[in-house]
């Protein structure tokens, strides 16, 4: 969290306790109150979110390319709890699609930057000794997300 709003006094509400002063944020938004709000914080906070949602997006590719490499990889039928992760990860992804459109423009860079480590934890997953996978991402973003 924050830094000490003055050195050596008493700690702000935000660096004493964000959850009571997200409440006290909201409530002074609501009352159109400028004056008593924590402009440098909320903006922080604000960028924070955004970049949690990112994180998310970036985070359920890897997990979702993991999944389809290990799938492609096993012989004969996967295992359930695959197709199931896979599922999953498709669903939230929409969900956060659905909630955050704008982040569509960043799944081609998602899976570009996440491919590596989804091949790394591929293969640690299945015990290969030898990387099996492309260099690069062998999906689309229409075959990653189910749409085809």
């Keep these: 969290m924050g830094a000490l709003k003055n ?13 009571e002063w997200s409440l006290h944020m909201a409530d002074m938004l609501r009352k159109r109150n400028a004056a ?9 906070e604000i960028e924070g979110l ?3 949602d990112r994180r998310e997006m970036f985070s359920r590719i ?3 390319i993991t999944h389809l490499l290990k799938s492609q990889a096993k012989s004969g039928r996967p295992p359930l709890s695959w197709a199931n ?3 999953e990860q498709r669903s939230e992804l929409e969900i956060l699609f659905d909630q955050n459109p704008s982040l569509r ?8 930057k996440r491919y590596p480590r989804a091949t790394k934890r591929a293969v640690q997953q ?3 000794t030898q990387n099996p996978f492309p260099a690069e991402c062998p999906f689309t ?8």
């Design 7 to 19: 050195p050596g006094m008493e700690q702000s509400l935000y660096d004493r306790d964000l959850y």
């Design 36 to 44: 008593a709000l924590d402009w440098e914080h909320l903006a922080e």
């Design 50 to 52: 955004a970049g949690r």
């Design 62 to 64: 890897e997990v979702l």
């Design 85 to 87: 992760t896979i599922s």
């Design 105 to 112: 423009r960043f799944i081609r860079e998602a899976m570009d």
């Design 126 to 128: 299945m015990r290969m």
């Design 141 to 148: 973003p229409k075959q990653l997300l189910g749409d085809d």
